[in-house]
């Protein structure tokens, strides 16, 4: 049995190792494009197009199954990992970290589309977004606001684009820690957080240090996704599952091997 594990998280990256430390013979994918971590089982950068599609790669490879633990909001990839195993004939399972959870002091407010983004942001003037790659229509858009004076855009990937005067650029990966998040957020004057519901602890600080200070925050709202034929939000309920699906049938043909 090989399984391909659809990654590019910090979660992605711990399946990964746990199984193939147990035996399992894993494949791990991400896209490459903020950095390529350092994994035991064999790595595939860079998607399916260079081998001429998923479904190419699964029967080329002899995949038996999928295992999608890539970002929640990586709607394109869950959807074709989905459709694909389907066509394939063989199981794609997922997990996605729990989303965050509202607390007494959060001013949250959900968006759906950047329409419903734009019209969220009227009274704002200097927003933090921490959403990820946005295209240069929608920040531009976003400055057109009548109440936009400003606004601080962080992501892990340098912009493809050039950026007005007033838009500030910050790369930076998480984890982030409550401090640095608290002086950002006072030093830069951010009145509006724009963020998406990504679930985990590495860029939960920002919205910590929103509700210290009263900051309201805009959260994308997770897309809706196919379902998978099992679905998972804790890690380890993920990881015993797999080993107990798929680790048996290694233990099987290794107590083969050693009888023959």
């Known amino acids: 049995m090989k399984i391909l594990l659809l990654g590019g998280t910090a979660d992605g990256r711990r ?30 950068v860079g998607g399916f197009t260079q081998f001429g599609g998923l479904a190419n790669y699964l029967r080329d490879n002899q995949i038996g199954a999928i295992l999608d633990v890539t970002h929640p909001y990586a709607q394109t990839m869950s959807s074709k990992a989905v459709d694909t195993a389907r ?15 509202q607390k007494d002091g959060d001013v949250w407010r959900n968006y759906q589309t950047d329409d419903d983004l734009l019209a969220q942001l009227d009274g704002f003037h200097v927003p933090l977004l921490s959403a990820g790659q946005m295209s240069e229509v929608l ?13 601080v855009w962080r992501t892990a990937v340098e912009p493809k684009f050039a950026l007005p005067d007033n838009i500030d650029w ?15 957020l006072s030093e830069q004057g951010i009145d ?31 897309p809706t996704l196919p379902a998978a ?15 107990a699906a798929w680790g048996n049938t290694h233990s099987k043909n290794q ?3 050693s009888q023959q």
């Not at 035996?23 to 350092?38: F, H, I």
């Not at 066509?87 to 959870?101: E, K, L, N, T, Y």
């Open 15 to 44: 399946l990964a190792d746990a199984l193939h430390k147990n035996g399992l013979s894993v494949t791990y994918s991400l896209a490459g494009l903020v950095r390529v971590p350092k994994v035991d089982c064999q790595l595939v």
């Open 255 to 257: 107590q083969k091997d």
């Open 170 to 184: 910050i790369k930076a990966i998480g984890p982030f820690t409550l401090a640095d998040e608290r002086h950002l």
């Open 139 to 151: 920040l531009t858009r976003i400055l057109q606001r009548p109440s936009v004076e400003r606004m």
């Open 87 to 101: 066509v394939v004939g063989i199981p794609c399972w997922r997990f996605h970290r729990p989303a965050w959870q």
């Open 229 to 243: 034929d099992r679905e998972f939000s804790d890690i380890q309920d993920c990881l015993q599952a797999c080993l």
């Open 192 to 222: 509006v957080i724009v963020s998406k519901n990504s679930g985990g602890s590495a860029t939960y600080s920002k919205l910590e240090a929103a509700r210290e200070l009263s900051i309201p925050v805009l959260l994308h709202s997770r």
